[in-house]
C-alpha cells in the first residue's frame, strides 16, 4: 500500500534571527557549460541567509557558544562544493525532489542542474543548525547537573554569603530559550557568470527552503522531517541582440542593441522549474537569434514576442521579459519596458483570434 503523507510547515516564530554569507567565491567541480561539454568545471558566487529562532540566548549571555558559527558554516558549504565528486551519496538523501534515490556520484548529480547546487548547500545550513542544538543542549543539561553552593554562613562572611545568594538567584532566574531547531529556512542565491554564451549577465537562480514535517495519514507510513522547497526563482540576464525598433525615423535606418533578461518564479514544489533548466541554454540562443531578425516600432511589441518564444514554443508557464535599450536617450544608461505573460495568456489570445478568423499570431 502507498505511503501517504501530509506535510506540516512550521508557524514563523515571533523572533527570528539570521546568519549570511554574502558573495562567496564557490568554484564548482563541475556545472552548467555554455559549451555543453560534461564534467568541466565553473565559476559560481553564492549567498546565503539561514533563518532561526533564535539568537536571544546568545546575546543576553554574550556567549559564543550558544550562536551559529558562519565560519563553520562557510567551511562546511566550501568542503561540500570541493569534494562532491570524491565520494557516494544517495540522491534522496538531498535537497532535490527529482532525484529518487539510488547510488550516484555527486559530481554527477550536481550536472546541469542549478537546484542541486542550492539544495546542496541549504542542507549544510539545516545540519549546522542541528548540530548547534544539539552541543546548547548538552551545555545546558551539563549546567544543570552542577551542584549548588550552600548560601548558610556566619555573621562574619555575610558578604560572601549575599553574593552567594545573588549567583544563586540568578541561576534560578528565567533565561531566554535557546536557538531551536524545530523552525529553519535557508535563502541561497547562486550566480554563474559564464553559464550561457549569449547572456552576459549569466544564469542566476535563488530558492527558499524550510523545514517540513511529515504527518503520516495512510496505514505504515511513518512520520519524519525534510527539507521542503517553497520558492525557486531563475534570472537569465542580458541577452544582447541587435534589431530595428522604435518609431523614430533615425531607429529605422540600422540595428540598434536591446538588452533582454527572463525571469522565471514560482513554487518550489512542482515541475515547472525542471522546464526551465531543462530549456533555458537553448531558449537563450533561439531568443537571441529571433528577434534580430524583427522590425518592430514598439519595445512593447518585441517584449511580447519574446514572451511567446520562451512559454509557446519552449514550454514554460510564466516569464517576466525586460526589453532595455542602451542608445534611446543620451543621458539614461538604459531605457525599456518589463512584461509579465503566460502559456494561458497567448492560448485565450489565440482563441480569440480563431473565433474571428484570424490566423494564431506568431508575434
Not at 20 to 45: F, S, V, Y
Not at 64 to 92: C, M, N, T
Not at 322 to 333: M, N, Q, R, W
Request: overall charge negative; some cysteine; charged content about 25%.
Amino acid at each position: 500500500m502507498a505511503q501517504e503523507f501530509n506535510v506540516r510547515i512550521p508557524t514563523v516564530p515571533a523572533v527570528i534571527d539570521h546568519i549570511q554569507l554574502r558573495d562567496i567565491q564557490l568554484p564548482l567541480p563541475m556545472g552548467p557549460d555554455p559549451w555543453h561539454r560534461p564534467r568541466k568545471p565553473q565559476p559560481c558566487t553564492a549567498s546565503i541567509k539561514l533563518s532561526y529562532s533564535s539568537a536571544i540566548a546568545a546575546a543576553a549571555a554574550d556567549d559564543v557558544a550558544l550562536s551559529l558559527d558562519y565560519g563553520k558554516l562557510y567551511r562546511r558549504v566550501e568542503a561540500e562544493i570541493r569534494e562532491a565528486g570524491h565520494r557516494s551519496v544517495h540522491g534522496e538523501a538531498l535537497n532535490v525532489g527529482s532525484i529518487k534515490g539510488g547510488e550516484t556520484k555527486l559530481e554527477d548529480f550536481l550536472g546541469e542542474d542549478v537546484r542541486r547546487i542550492a539544495g546542496l548547500i541549504a542542507d549544510c545550513g539545516f545540519g549546522l543548525l542541528d548540530e548547534t542544538v544539539a552541543g546548547v543542549r548538552r551545555m545546558s543539561h551539563s549546567h544543570q547537573s552542577l551542584p549548588v553552593a550552600s548560601t548558610q554562613t556566619t555573621s562574619s562572611g555575610t558578604a560572601g554569603a549575599e553574593a552567594q545568594a545573588q549567583t544563586a538567584i540568578a541561576a534560578n532566574a528565567p533565561r531566554p530559550d535557546p536557538i531551536d531547531s524545530e523552525y529553519a529556512q535557508c535563502e541561497v542565491w547562486l550566480h554563474l557568470p559564464k553559464a550561457l554564451l549569449r547572456a552576459e549577465g549569466g544564469l542566476k537562480y535563488r530558492s527558499v527552503t524550510v523545514w517540513g514535517y511529515k504527518e503520516p495519514s495512510g496505514e505504515g507510513a511513518e512520520a519524519g522531517r525534510q527539507p521542503m522547497v517553497l520558492e525557486q526563482e531563475f534570472r537569465i540576464e542580458g541577452i544582447r541582440s541587435y534589431c530595428i525598433l522604435g518609431v523614430n525615423s533615425h531607429e529605422r535606418l540600422e540595428k540598434q542593441a536591446v538588452i533582454i533578461s527572463l525571469e522565471f518564479k514560482g513554487p518550489g514544489q512542482l515541475s515547472w522549474g525542471s522546464t526551465v533548466v531543462k530549456t533555458y541554454q537553448e531558449m537563450a540562443r533561439v531568443v537571441a537569434e529571433r528577434v534580430e531578425e524583427t522590425s518592430y516600432q514598439t519595445v512593447e511589441a518585441l517584449a511580447t514576442f519574446i514572451a511567446r518564444i520562451v512559454t509557446v514554443e519552449f514550454g514554460n508557464e510564466r516569464v517576466t521579459v525586460t526589453v532595455e535599450k542602451p542608445s534611446a536617450l543620451a543621458f539614461v544608461e538604459r531605457a525599456g519596458v518589463e512584461i509579465t505573460r503566460s502559456q494561458a495568456f497567448f492560448a485565450q489570445q489565440d482563441y480569440l483570434r480563431m473565433k474571428e478568423g484570424i490566423e494564431p499570431s506568431s508575434r
